[in-house]
């Protein structure tokens, strides 16, 4: 028995095969070399770089301009999310808003277009705030709590919900809106850090309704206002609540 068999059956290699080409007698060095970069290639454990601990993901967002934040969630892969966007929805109009409205997350109009409310929805939230002379861009600032599309437009899940929170922490640090308008459950609870109803935390008094020293007033989403219209005298009140807070 060779060296090359010696040492290639005591490291578990045998049997070995017979090549066609003539047998050139290796060295142990080269036999090291390449035992080592067959135990690589059948490594289970892929090289990758270390996983960011979630403080640290959180302290580098809170860091970001507003092009580095848009950026950060284009490639963002935080949650299962990233895996069925077709785009992903950062938020849209007046970075140094007076409102800066903030909804539950991207639907298929959205993910479509990359930017947020613009189906059903966003057309009647269009008009409430055009009700109170305000148009989306002008003053106004439209965000989500979730940037990617739920499947289906199933709720947004607990972790992506977590996953998400630090882009609209700094969303709302860079715009520094007057006011901001929690459109629906989602918003309200993520802003408000509660598990109250909606109708509760309407009737929050002014002291209690705040994210970052800001003033949040909840209101009903616009989907569920298309589908309960009877509700739009009360998110007519928390849009006149909301035009006297900021006069
Ligand atoms: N509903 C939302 O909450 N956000 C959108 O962007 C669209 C619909």
């Known amino acids: 028995m060779t060296s090359r068999e010696v040492i290639l059956r005591e490291i578990g290699l045998t049997p070995i095969w017979v090549n066609r080409a003539p047998v050139v007698e290796a060295t142990t060095a080269e036999i090291h070399v390449s035992t080592t970069a067959v135990a690589a290639a059948e490594s289970p454990e892929p090289l990758s770089e270390p996983k960011q601990s979630t403080a640290e993901r959180e302290s580098d967002i809170a860091k970001l301009s507003w092009e580095a934040l848009v950026a950060s969630i284009a490639s963002c892969t935080a949650c299962k999310l990233c895996e069925t966007r077709t785009n992903t929805v950062p938020g849209v109009g007046d970075r140094s808003p007076a409102w800066m409205v903030v909804g539950e997350a991207p639907g298929e ?4 277009s990359g930017e947020p409310f613009v189906g059903k929805a966003g057309q009647l939230l269009d008009a409430m705030l055009a009700a109170v002379g305000k148009k989306r861009g002008d003053g106004v600032y439209i965000a989500n709590v979730i ?7 199933r709720n947004p899940e607990p972790d992506e919900i977590a996953a998400c929170a630090p882009y609209l922490d700094r969303q709302i ?9 929690a459109s629906g459950k989602f918003a309200a609870q993520t802003l408000l850090k509660s598990d109250d109803t909606v109708g509760a935390m309407r009737a929050l008094p002014a002291a209690s309704a705040q994210r970052a020293g800001l003033p949040i007033v909840v209101t009903y989403h616009p989907s569920y206002l298309l589908r309960s219209p009877l509700e739009k005298a009360k998110a007519w009140d928390d849009l006149m609540k909301a035009k006297a807070l900021v006069a």
């Open 109 to 112: 109009n959205e993910d479509k």
């Open 147 to 153: 940037k990617c599309r739920p499947p289906g437009n």
């Open 173 to 181: 640090a860079l715009a520094q809106p007057k006011l901001i308008l």
